[in-house]
Structure formats: structure tokens, C-alpha cells
């Protein structure tokens, strides 16, 4: 019995050694980020309004200079990166008490107990997303004339994307939090399992399918609403259906080539196993409602050991 306190002692030591250096890794990784968020928008400002001059849609000359570079969308990805790690600290904001003061944790709760502040974050959300696509929608309405100055044009593309991506994180805290049924339902319903272990593969291949169906049309195309959504239903069910064998030759065996190589399991030890197995028959006696069995196992094991 004794011996069994000191293994859990030193587990408990070493685990909590462990969570102080990734807490303060965290708390840097944070910092990081947030000033790399800034200096990034800051640094595609700059570069669309002195040296680019692009227009909202970036559909001109500077295409490769600026839509389909990483400085152009990294920002985006820090922003969910930032949410993600907010998010941590709600959920492990039990296990260890100095993340309950936590910038992620405070937001986090706030959403979970109060109503007015999920739903303030649903109207604030929409109001960005739509706000960027009513914006784009009304510049390019009568291309090639430009209606906003070019500053507005450089803050457009500076911040939309992180501006998106950060109304979208509002509208999923709800959810993620466990509250708004309908949403849980709608966003993370099980019929989606399928189709998300070839999403990945999906964005990848969805540019050739698109590309390869115009590029066989030997007429002109006259473009509508209804064409465009037409195209995009088709474009996305091909994509899908077209990533399964993809996905499965490729995706999915390297995913596991990566779990044993890169992140393989530790063997647990014989005193570690032997620990685990007496716990686990220990609960098992006690969910079943058999307590004296588990008092009794454990006097046995401590007069054995003794």
C-alpha cells in the first residue's frame, strides 16, 4: 500500500511539473500569436496599399502576388488557432486552478452561463460575415469601376479573412460549449463523419475538378446566380466522391505511418500495469455497488505487501 502511495506521488509530481511548463509554453504561444496576428495585418496593409493596389476581390494582374500567397492568409489560420487554445483552457480549467482566471476560460464561461452574451455573439458574428460579403458584393457590382478608395481596399484585404474567420469562432462558441441543441445538431451531426475523413482531400482536388470542367468547354458561358450554384454543387459533390480513393491510397495510411512514427505509445510499465488493473476492479466493485469487496481487496493487498 505503501508502495502503490509513493508511485502515485511521483506520477502526480512529475504530471504536475509537466502541466506548469506547457502552461507557461501556452501562455507565451498565446502572446506569440497575438503579436504576430497584428504585425501581419499590418504588413499586408502596408503591402497592398504601396506596392500592390489591389481591389477587393484581388481578381487583377497581382493575383499570384497576393491571393494565393501564405502572408495573405496566415492570419486567418491564427485567429482559429487563438480560439483553439482558448477553448483549451475552458475545458482544463478543472484540472488545473490557475486557468480559471484565464482570459479563454472567462469567455468560455461566460458563453456557457449567459444567454445574452451567446446570442450577442450570434449578431455580432452574422453581422461580420455578411458585413465582408455585402462589402464585396457592392465594389465589384459594376467591375471594372471601383467605388471605395484605396485604403479601403487595403484594409479589406488586410482583415477580412481574420475578420471571418473571427465571426465565425463567435457563432461556434455556443456549440462548442455544449449549449444550442439545433446548432450541435446542424453542425455536428454524425451524417457529416463520413464525408469530413475526406474533406482534406477534398480541398485539395476540388481546384483540378473545377478547372478541368471549363477548360473542356469549347463555348462561351454565360454566367447567373443559378449557374454559379449549379456549378458549385456539382464541383463539391464530385470533389467528394472523387477524394474517397484518394484519401484512403494516400491520407489515410500516412496519418497512421505518422501515429507510430512520430507520436508512438509508451509501454507502460509492470508496475504501472498492475496499478491500473487493481483500480480499475476496485471501480469496478464499487459502480457495482460490492464496496466491502473493495475494502476487503484492498486490506488483502496491504497485509500482503506489509
Known amino acids: 500500500m505503501h508502495r502503490m502511495a509513493l508511485v502515485h506521488g511521483k506520477r502526480h509530481a512529475v504530471l504536475h511539473n509537466f502541466a506548469d511548463s506547457n502552461l507557461a509554453l501556452q501562455k507565451a504561444s498565446i502572446h506569440g500569436l497575438r503579436n504576430d496576428l497584428l504585425a501581419n495585418v499590418w504588413k499586408l496593409f502596408l503591402l497592398v496599399y504601396y506596392f500592390v493596389g489591389e481591389s477587393l476581390v484581388s481578381l487583377s494582374i497581382r493575383h499570384n502576388d497576393l491571393y494565393i500567397r501564405p502572408w495573405t492568409r496566415i492570419s486567418a489560420y491564427e485567429v482559429g488557432v487563438l480560439f483553439g487554445m482558448f477553448y483549451f483552457e475552458w475545458m482544463n480549467k478543472n484540472k488545473r486552478a490557475i486557468l480559471a482566471n484565464s482570459l479563454g476560460t472567462i469567455l468560455f464561461q461566460a458563453v456557457y452561463n449567459f444567454r445574452v452574451v451567446r446570442y450577442t455573439f450570434y449578431i455580432v458574428g452574422l453581422i461580420i460575415i455578411n458585413g465582408l460579403m455585402i462589402m464585396q458584393h457592392a465594389e465589384t457590382r459594376d467591375v471594372p469601376k471601383q467605388y471605395f478608395s484605396q485604403i479601403v481596399h487595403s484594409l479589406f484585404n488586410a482583415v477580412s479573412r481574420p475578420l471571418f474567420v473571427f465571426g465565425l469562432a463567435l457563432i461556434l462558441m455556443g456549440p462548442l460549449t455544449g449549449r444550442n441543441k439545433l ?27 473545377f478547372k478541368y470542367f471549363y477548360s473542356q468547354t469549347r463555348q462561351s ?86
Open 183 to 209: 446548432m450541435r445538431f446542424v453542425l455536428g451531426s454524425n451524417g457529416y463523419s463520413p464525408w469530413a475523413k475526406v474533406s482534406f482531400m477534398a480541398y485539395l482536388i476540388h481546384l483540378l475538378v
Open 221 to 306: 458561358v454565360y454566367i447567373t446566380h443559378k449557374d454559379v450554384i449549379f456549378s458549385l454543387a456539382a464541383v463539391l459533390l464530385l470533389s467528394l466522391f472523387i477524394s474517397i480513393p484518394f484519401s484512403a491510397l494516400f491520407e489515410a495510411p500516412f496519418l497512421q505511418l505518422e501515429k507510430l512514427v512520430i507520436f508512438p505509445e509508451k509501454p507502460k510499465s509492470e508496475q504501472e500495469d498492475s496499478i491500473v488493473t487493481e483500480d480499475s476492479h476496485i471501480m469496478k466493485n464499487i459502480k457495482r455497488g460490492n464496496i466491502n469487496a473493495s475494502v476487503d481487496s484492498l486490506l488483502t493487498e496491504a497485509n500482503t505487501k506489509g
